[in-house]
């Protein structure tokens, strides 16, 4: 891959749009960083330094706002990175029963990467989906409840076939019920 | 006056500020690790708690209620409050741990939490014996820990910069580093990452940490996670003697500590004055005190016709100085003074050659424009600047004195204390038609072309005044002994532990380590065959014959320049020699 | 608390099919409350509108539970320079997962409280903070934002007034503390999320150091009921004290965990029997954790009349945090548990101020020796020292949140945590 990281025309008008919306540069770190994320897979030692040229912002900084943060990539990850919630709810409706299957289907603990760089495994504090445990979220993105062996195997499947997941919507009951 | 009351005791202020400054400005004790007065207030450490409250007052009655003993009724607040974040108020109560068990119990319980994770490696660690942390956990800490896990692993001896090294694993996260570089050097070098009790301080990934003011960053760690990458190991600081002294490296003068051991300057540190550089100073002046101990020239260098310099005594020296002179007459003399060198020793030489009949006096300002930072850097690389100009000394280029040299053809050129050749286009050329006397420091291109070489003390051995960039005037004060001083009869000298109860055993006794120099002036005043010497017994009492002759020090002494931290001199007023 | 619920519409997240677009809000009565304030700004000047949102005494929903419009009153006179509202929809409370369901079913009303909100205090910027993990709710509100901008709801001279004010989405990345209001500003200026030390406090030195108020999303979207029915309407919603519809997020050990909207001050047995559809698999109930992971746990005899509201859940012991209800069947190891909680603090302490850094990691592994088994009984008196050290020493309430529900389960459950200890036996001489 290419050392050299650079945001173009399109990236700047963007970022600017971002700066547009407070009163200084330094508060558009979160948003610049996600976006240069999202451009680059992660946020690792040339990425910070792109961004923290980029706003005028001291780079030793930018890197203590990366480390401070959990989503974002120090390093890089695999092409989907798998999150997959043990903190309360989860842990007690199955989440780490979940994440351990995981780890035996694919080979890697969490933490680490498979070898050929499709999956990352992370084991990680509450994503905000405790109804719906036990569930696990896809590349700080798309969230997949109610996990199974089988709803895992699945999505494993067609991640790997470059499917990503669709957004699940979890109606409030009572709506359901129509009452 | 609004007042406060501190452990039941009253006191007032004035100024508002903050619980804790206030105490200290009162030399009341409160433990703390993340407050320093110079730097904005995190509160983090949380060191620094006590019980604090406010009398009840009584809107309709317009009193403060009173409780049946006729004490006022406080209303604490609920939880232990931070002094250092903490705003006086006229009619607060304070507790400390000295009145109330929970503020003890406190402090030691914070303390058990700051050393769980903090390796007990105090033994091989650099900053003991000036350990906030060591003398706090002392006075304040637990007895013991009851924490039975491993601890927190981090990086260790990891090399920040050139001049700063950190050990993460005895961080306890004040974030003063972190302050230092983005409040006062301003170069936001360092920041806190991870989270947790993982967090430490690191620079950017592949930055550097060559903040010039980095160092400083040593100083203010209140724990032996960041050392000096020049001091680490040399030397425990209860070997040590500590000596106020001035920054001689450029021309801001910062007040320094200088500290030596068996006559070697081991380091400097800043030394805290809020006219002149608050509690910093930059790197480049600590790391000068190489100066004081190497390259020295110890006893007099004379050069027999053409042939090397040769070690001769100072008897030698005086007498083959006067004799020079004997051969020549005034006009034939050019005197160059030093902004390198102190006002005493620049006086002296004025005073003896003005005597012999020398009319003018030149000096080179030693300032590369653009050097400078303009906060404790400066342009001016010497200390001395507007003292040789405040002495009549005239400001001369280097242009000028070479064309000065080629036009006048003088006889005999005196150098003091300034490496003119290494330092401008001066070549050992145009000063082969003259008899050369250079008063030097150290081995330099100067003096090694000099006839005669008189070595002479450092600011690190002479009690002396150096005029800074602003016009203030400080002084040092001898932290080295030479071969003609003593620690123990010199008064000026500040005396350590060893000195006081040190044997041959302990670590005073390398002669070597003594240069053989003496001050520029002592060199004038030991001339006793010449009737133009002058006569002083000290250096104190020539600034108090230059006070009496120049305007610009009226009314300087060295008493006020100790008790007021230097003096401010006005350096428009004239500077013509007054007659005595 | 009677029957009632079961014939409650719902007033924050109502049964109306695409509500989340601005014409279905606005056909079902949206916008109405902004609408009517702008339109006699005469009755409705921003200190009548501060007032009546403090008379309805809206109970901060993210967990303080303090009144919405005494926090608003404290903002200074305005005097020219910017001043912010920030909302808070971090929700990363473990056990929380409700202001989701508003940005993705009527965003409308948070955003149009959010206005309101911003009218009553002059403010001119608002800033939506939420969590890094809720990025397709991000999303989802952002096209209500841009909606709502098209309508001239937000924007210059909202509804052709002299009032403007601009609304923009700041997304987190990852961090619990920054939930906290004075992180959340850290976070949202661009900084590791720090908490900064109070005073001062945000109304006085917020954002960028200009006053700043922060209110959570759920609490926003209260205040068009308020400003539609008024504030006597909205108190007869559940207990005075603690009035209102409130999000009832169930997730743990029961049949039909999910977000559920019913008044304030429901009965919790009725909560986890008849509405969530009781404890799975016909087990017995443990234990509850009645508003997010912070709050102190409560034995299943303790919930005896203990009903969903501020009052009766301190009499009970514990609190009423972000009602996010977890609940815990017989077969729930509490040690596990609540060394699971540990874990979730030690990770999340922002490593700052100095009992939470090291509290934090002290108790979680202290815990995790129990949960091994090589606990000592000892182990126990250790943790609740450590606690007691936690509480109220820090500059946030991190160290609180970490400190209680291990204080109280040891209470509560001491003889599960004595089990897993050693009977170790020192001789005494």
Known sequence: MADTYTFDAKDLAEIKKITDKYPEKQAAVLPVLWYAQDKFGHTDSSVQQLVAGTLGVPEAHIRGVVSFYTQYYENPMGRNVLD?????????CGGYDMLHYIEEKLGIKAGETTPDGEFSLQSVECLGACGYAPMLQVTNDKFVNHLTREKVDKLIDDLRAGKQPEFESNPMPQHEKGS | MPEIFIDNKRYEFEEPGKVLQFMLDNGLDLPFFCYHPSLSIPANCRQCMVKAGMPVYDREKGTFEIDENGERVIRFFPKLMTACSLDLADG????????????????????????????????????????????????????????????VHKPKAIQLGPRVILDAERCINCTRCVRFTDEISKTHQLTII???????????????????????????????????????????????????????SNGKGCSTWMWTRDNLVMRVTPRFNEAVNDHWMPDAGRLAYRRFNENRISKPQLRLDDAEQVRTSW???????????????????????????????????????????????????????????????????????????????????EKTL?????????????????????????????????????????????????????????AAEHAASY????????????????????????LEMSMGRLDHYGTKFDNWVTDANRVDCISAWEFFIRLEHDGDAPKWESSRQIMEEIAGLFSTFRQVSYDRMDEENGIQLKLEQDTEVKPA | ??????????????????????????????????????????????????????????????????????????????????????????????????????????PHQFIEGAIIAAYAMQIEVIYVYIRGEYRPFVQKLQRAIDQAYEKGYLGKNILKSKFSVEMYTHMGAGAYICGEESSLMESLEGKRGYPRVKPPFPAQRGLWGRPTTINNIETLANVPLVMNHGADWYLAIGPSTHPGPVLYGISGHVNRPGVYEYPAGMNIMTLINEVAGGVRGGKKLKALIPGGSSTPPLRADMLEGVTMDSDSLRQAGSMMGTAGMVVLDEDTDM???????????????????????????????????????????????????????????????????????????????????????????????
């Open chain 1, 84 to 92: 997959v919630c043990t903190c309360l709810s989860c842990q007690v």
């Open chain 2, 92 to 151: 607060m109560v304070v507790l400390t741990h000295h009145t109330d068990e929970l503020v003890k119990q406190a402090q030691a319980d914070n303390l058990e939490f700051i050393l769980i994770n903090h390796p007990l490696d105090c033994p091989i660690c650099d900053q003991a014996g000036e350990c906030p942390l060591q003398i706090l956990t002392y006075k304040y800490g637990p007895e013991g820990s009851r924490f039975e896990h491993k601890k």
């Open chain 2, 194 to 248: 991870s989270r947790g009790d993982k967090n430490y301080p690191m620079t950017a990934h592949g930055q550097i940490f060559d903040d010039p003011y980095s160092l400083n960053t040593v100083d203010i760690c209140p724990v032996g996670a960041l050392t000096s990458a020049d001091f680490r190991f040399k030397a425990r600081v209860w070997e040590m003697n500590q000596t106020p002294s001035i920054d001689i």
């Open chain 2, 315 to 397: 008897n030698n020296a005086q007498l083959t100085l006067l004799e020079e002179l004997e051969k020549i007459s005034a006009g034939d003399i050019l005197v160059i003074g030093s902004a390198h060198a102190s006002v005493e020793d620049n006086y002296a030489l004025r005073t003896f050659f003005s005597n012999k009949g020398v009319s003018e006096f030149r000096f080179l300002p030693h300032i590369i424009p653009g050097s400078g930072d303009g906060y404790l850097i400066s342009d001016d690389q010497a200390p001395n600047t507007n003292g040789v100009r405040a002495l009549g000394f005239q400001e001369t280029d």
């Open chain 2, 402 to 458: 070479i064309k000065l040299i080629k036009s006048t053809k003088p006889k005999m050129i005196v150098i003091l204390d300034d490496d003119l050749l290494g330092r401008t286009s001066l070549t050992p050329d145009h000063l082969s038609g003259a008899w050369t006397i250079v008063f030097g420091t150290n081995h330099d291109e100067t003096t090694r072309t000099a006839n005669l070489v008189v070595p002479v003390t450092t």
């Open chain 2, 467 to 490: 005029v800074n960039v602003d016009g203030r005037i400080q002084r040092t004060v001898p932290a080295k002994e030479t071969l003609y001083t003593n620690r123990r009869l010199n």
């Open chain 3, 1 to 106: 608390m009677n029957n009632d619920w079961k014939s409650y519409q719902p007033l924050l997240v109502p049964a109306i099919p695409d509500l989340h677009d601005i014409s279905v809000y606005e056909k079902n009565n949206g916008y109405q409350a902004l609408k009517k304030i702008l339109s006699d700004a005469k009755t409705w000047n921003p200190a009548n509108v501060i007032n009546e949102v403090k008379t309805a005494n809206i109970r901060g929903r993210g967990g303080a539970g303090f009144n919405a419009g005494l926090k608003w009153s404290f903002m200074p006179e305005p005097d020219g320079k910017p001043r912010y509202l920030a909302c808070n929809g971090d929700e990363s409370e473990p056990g929380t997962f409700k202001d989701r369901k508003i940005f993705e079913f009527n």
């Open chain 3, 335 to 429: 040690v596990e548990l609540i060394w699971r909680i540990s874990y979730f603090y030690d990770h999340e302490s922002c490593g700052q101020c100095t009992p939470c850094r090291d509290g934090t990691g002290w108790l979680e592994k202290t815990l995790r020796k129990i949960k091994d088994g090589n606990g000592e009984m000892r182990d126990l008196d250790l943790l609740l020292a450590i606690c007691y050290r936690m509480e109220g020493r820090t500059i946030c309430a991190l160290a609180d949140a970490a400190a209680w529900p291990v204080r109280y389960s040891i209470d509560r459950f001491r003889d599960e945590f004595e089990k897993k200890c050693k009977k170790t036996v020192y001789a005494v001489a």
